[in-house]
């Protein structure tokens, strides 16, 4: 069974360039979580779409968004990006909600210089 | 707001060692608590659920409401072991989300 998949899995940016990550759930999984871990702040919650929907929302500022798609994919969409966007972006997906069994990506490296 | 807190960043113990990292949650009344673990070069999973009253690799962890804690422990290290370990919680009345500790490393020495 494939896990989780993310791409890019590098990219570098300059500031206030857009960029869109995108992740595929385990087959099966109607939930995608994002998740920023940026250095030496561990996982900080980004959003969570189950069915099509955003479920919920972290402390981030409007310019990060995204969307989920009928296939239950996802895309991590960041406008406007700043230095301090640079980070680890992990996906994650879950067959039940409200489980907390998550099954991460191996990550979307963002360098912004 | 609720909170996951792992007040070590580092953990060093020699091979053989009991192992204790230690995660502190927010107050709850019944809260949905996990260690998650992350090898070296490999994808964050999922070690054990408070829930499930499971030992996974030899790992245990007791929820503790007094002290609101959900501490992991190995009584004998092996340097396998070694990896960085994330505490963390279901937020309460939020549906799933779930939120994650700082992490703490793990390294087990020969």
């Known amino acids: 069974e494939a896990g989780v998949t993310q791409s890019p899995t590098h990219l570098i940016k300059t500031r206030g360039q857009q960029v869109t990550l995108r992740c595929s759930p385990i087959?099966?999984?109607?939930?995608v979580y994002w998740y920023q871990q940026a250095l030496g702040l561990g996982l900080q919650f980004l959003l969570w779409y189950d069915e099509g929907e955003e479920r919920n929302r972290g402390n981030f500022p409007p310019r990060f968004s995204g969307r989920q798609f009928p296939n239950y994919s996802s895309e991590l969409n960041v406008n406007a990006l700043e230095l301090e966007d640079s980070a680890l972006y992990l996906c994650?997906?879950?067959?039940?909600?409200?489980?907390?069994?998550?099954?991460f990506g191996e990550g979307s490296r963002l360098t912004v210089l | 707001a609720q909170r996951v807190t792992q007040p070590e960043k580092l953990l060093s113990v020699f091979k053989g060692a009991p192992v204790e990292l230690k995660c502190n949650y927010s107050y709850s009344g019944s809260p949905e608590l996990f260690w998650y673990v992350q090898y070296s070069r490999q994808r964050l999973q999922l070690l054990l659920r408070h829930i499930s009253r499971e030992s996974i690799k030899g790992f245990t962890a007791d929820l503790n409401k007094g002290e609101t804690s959900f501490h992991l422990k190995k009584p004998f290290a092996q340097e396998e072991d070694s990896a960085m370990y994330y505490c963390?919680?279901?937020?309460?009345?939020?549906?799933?989300?779930?939120?994650f500790g700082q992490g703490t490393e793990l390294s087990v020495k020969p």
């Open positions: 994650a997906s879950s067959l039940l909600l409200g489980t907390g069994e998550l099954f």
């Open positions: 087959s099966g999984h109607t939930s």
């Open positions: 963390a919680r279901i937020v309460d009345n939020q549906g799933g989300k779930l939120i």
